[in-house]
């Protein structure tokens, strides 16, 4: 059920050695048709970059940023369908294929039956969901340069806070998909997500909501992934994007030991 031949490669042991067998076992059950649906997964925010980005950028103009920095409208949309695009792929992970996994398959209760346990499953899972939010990470910030929204090394710092946005994600969704009971809580999911993507100073600066709804957005950790995505490619780097840093790392912790405790009660009744 598990191997372990990739752990040993890279020299590692104990509880990183079993979680990355996880995300092994994932890689070699990988299907031809699977390609397809990482490939769509990447064009969403594309089209939505030059359909809003670029189309409609041409009739707002240029943006003032809170720090002074005046960018392009497709400069500023840019940054957050990139973290939107590590959301989502991160998400489409750890909650569809993650409950598949553990409610229908069945499948860690038979890895359960080696010394894997239930948190080493957590982070073999998020590992492996990484895997996609990175490779769509690496190419939507390669178009970016492409286009001059940012430059060559402001693209390779961001693709860290990119890989950061997909594992608070990652983590975030695999402990919410614990609580699931059947395919139809997903639809709830979805509607969340798809709010988070339109309120999040994705097409507009956070600056023009009402206070209320200001605060409101500002909480959301997609607002917090956006803010540091754009800060590190467009705008510069401030405290505001050491406080995104430090909510992102603890929405990662808190949804790994969130999944890790959740798992251990599901599966061990």
Do not use: H
Not at 86 to 103: I, P, R, V, W
């Amino acid at each position: 059920m598990v191997s372990f031949v990739l752990p040993r490669l890279v020299g590692l042991a104990g509880p990183a050695r079993r979680a990355v067998s996880v995300a092994e076992r994932n890689v070699a059950a990988l299907k031809s048709a699977y390609w397809i649906v990482l490939i769509s997964g990447f064009f969403e925010p594309m089209l939505y970059l030059l359909s809003i980005g670029v189309g409609v950028g041409a009739l707002v103009g240029d943006l003032t940023l809170p720090g002074g920095a005046v960018v392009t409208y497709a400069a500023f949309v840019a940054p957050a369908m990139l973290a939107a695009s590590a959301m989502s792929g991160a998400l489409a992970e750890t909650t569809f294929n993650f409950f598949g996994k553990m409610k229908y398959m069945k499948l860690y209760d038979g890895i359960l039956a080696t010394p894997v346990q239930p948190f080493e499953i957590a982070l073999g899972e998020l590992g492996w969901a990484m895997l996609r939010g990175t490779l769509y990470s690496a190419v939507f910030l390669a178009v970016m340069v492409w286009m001059d929204l940012t430059s060559p090394v402001r693209a390779l710092l961001g693709l860290p806070a990119a890989v950061l946005v997909g594992f608070a994600f990652g983590a975030l969704g695999m402990a919410i998909s614990t609580f699931m009971r059947s395919w139809q809580d997903f639809d709830l999911l979805g509607s969340v997500q798809f709010t988070l993507f339109l309120f999040s100073g994705t097409f507009v600066p956070a600056q023009a909501y009402p206070a209320v709804l200001r605060w409101v957005v500002e909480a959301s950790p997609l607002y917090r992934s956006v803010d540091l995505i754009r800060g590190i490619t467009v705008a510069g780097v401030g405290w505001s994007q050491l406080v995104d840093l430090l909510y992102l790392l603890g929405v990662l912790a808190l949804g790994l030991v969130v999944a890790g405790r959740r798992m251990g009660r599901l599966l061990n009744k």
